[in-house]
């Protein structure tokens, strides 16, 4: 018998993640000390496998939560920990882009290696690494993808929309979203110059009068959509919504993207946020039931 192990500020999917996999769910007990210290309580004796449920919006903290809750479980009797972390932060940061730079999704991966056996996450941002497999060596990763789901929400909420992500490393995205919904997809090209300054170019394509949906894996100032958007509807383009799998939308990202004229955003439910609109549960128990059996196939 499993548990699921969850945090109460992702209560929604808990919830639906324990209905989908019929765990018995627990949430994690938190306390936050007026220096910044976390104490955690968890249920004081822990079935051999157990879940835990976190994502890594916001990561800093919840990096050292997540350190203490593996180390913790272990004591308590869980002998293999498996960690759904749907938004998996520090996977950009997969090169030195200047020397010295630290190669942040190198580290946090081993560390996850370090406390996890296996760990579930979905459209992780991989470009330079192939696989979930080498982001956590020596370890069972597995990357799935909302893109398809996305895709279908897309096809019947903005039929025959164009499916346009917004830089080259948004095309596995926008290729399997386009496949699962029976859409045209394309991408642009993007220059980042600083956090909230981003040159997007588009692709050649005529967009007079075509409904575009702008899809990506991850929305964090919105610049990237932002830039995006005022490109398509000044090239003509009816309406411009908005698909991610990770709505982080941090800072005034919501307004920005509303004031450059996009009509909707829709997002899973990977990061809380009011966008969210397709639920990743089913998909994840479907991987946690297969990361089970001895020969899985990823
Ligand atoms: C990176 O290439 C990602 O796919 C996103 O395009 C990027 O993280 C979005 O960042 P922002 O919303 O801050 O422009």
Redesign the pocket.
């Known amino acids: 018998m499993s548990l699921l192990l969850a945090f109460d500020d992702e209560r929604a999917l808990a919830e639906r993640l324990a209905q989908a996999t019929s765990l018995p769910l627990v949430f994690v007990a938190r306390h936050r000390f007026p220096d910044g210290e976390t104490r955690l309580r968890l249920p004081p004796a822990l079935p051999a496998h157990t879940v835990l449920l976190r994502g890594l919006q916001q990561p800093n903290e919840k990096l050292t939560e997540l350190m203490l809750a593996a180390a913790g479980a272990r004591e308590l009797g869980a002998q293999r920990l498996t960690l759904v972390s749907p938004y998996l932060a520090y996977m950009?940061q997969d090169m030195a882009f200047t020397p010295g730079e630290v190669v942040s999704q190198r580290h946090v991966g081993r560390s996850l290696a370090g406390w996890f056996d296996a760990v579930i996450t979905v459209d992780p941002?991989l470009h330079r690494v192939a696989t979930m497999d080498e982001v956590v060596p020596g370890r069972c990763g597995i990357a799935l993808s909302a893109a398809p789901l996305l895709g279908a929400w897309i096809a019947e909420h903005a039929p025959g929309a164009l499916l346009l992500g917004?830089?080259e490393?948004?095309l596995q995205w926008a290729r399997a979203a386009a496949a699962a919904g029976g859409l045209d997809h394309a991408v642009c090209r993007?220059l980042?110059h600083a956090?909230?300054e981003?040159e997007v170019e588009l692709p050649g394509l005529e967009l007079r009068g075509r409904a575009v949906v702008l899809l990506?894996?991850?929305?964090?100032?919105?610049?990237?959509?932002v830039e995006a958007a005022r490109g398509a509807l000044a090239r003509g383009a009816a309406t411009v919504d908005v698909a991610v799998t990770h709505a982080?939308l941090v800072g005034d990202?919501l307004e920005q993207l509303r004031a450059a004229g996009v009509r909707e955003v829709w997002s899973t439910d990977s990061v809380p946020h009011p966008s969210n609109v397709v639920s990743i549960a089913p998909m994840l128990a479907r991987a946690l039931s297969s990361s089970e059996r001895p020969s899985a196939a990823r």
């Open positions: 950009r941002h917004p830089d490393e948004s993007k980042r956090d909230h981003v990506d894996d991850v929305a964090s100032t919105g610049r990237t959509l982080l990202a």
